[in-house]
Nanobody, 124 residues
Framework: QVRLVESGGGSVQAGGSLRLSCAAS????????MAWFRQAPGKEREGVAI????????FHADSVKGRFTISYDNANVTVYLQMNNLKPEDAARYYC?????????????????WGQGTQVTVSS
């Protein structure tokens, strides 16, 4: 079965860093693109970053540009999200997603596979 398993979430103080990982398995072929979304209580799910597996092209939401970086390990079919200078407003559950279409802005409908999420909390 296709699985996306996130890890690396946790609790940090404002200004700290975390590195999220998402390991993909069960795909007959590697997905064309992968992305990170986040959702905080009372908020809509927000696309954070997306990467095209083949070209390495990335797009990051304005809210995280300059602080977060998405990357992809082709050999291990794993996507990462390096999160630096975390702010309280970054606190959310972060979800990994995989799909066959790359475009900006990031749209949840483009992704057919989702992980269960990993929680990130940021204290002031």
């Amino acid at each position: 079965q296709v699985r996306l398993v996130e890890s690396g979430g946790g609790s940090v103080q404002a200004g700290g860093s975390l590195r999220l990982s998402c390991a993909a398995s069960g795909f007959l072929y590697a997905p064309n693109c992968m992305a990170w979304f986040r959702q905080a209580p009372g908020k809509e799910r927000e696309g954070v970053a997306i990467i095209d597996r083949r070209s390495g092209t990335t797009f990051h939401a304005d809210s995280v540009k300059g602080r977060f970086t998405i990357s992809y390990d082709n050999a291990n079919v794993t996507v990462y999200l390096q999160m630096n200078n975390l702010k309280p407003e970054d606190a959310a559950r972060y979800y990994c997603a995989a799909g066959g279409r790359y475009r900006a802005p990031i749209r949840a409908a483009d992704f057919g596979y989702w992980g269960q999420g990993t929680q990130v909390t940021v204290s002031s």
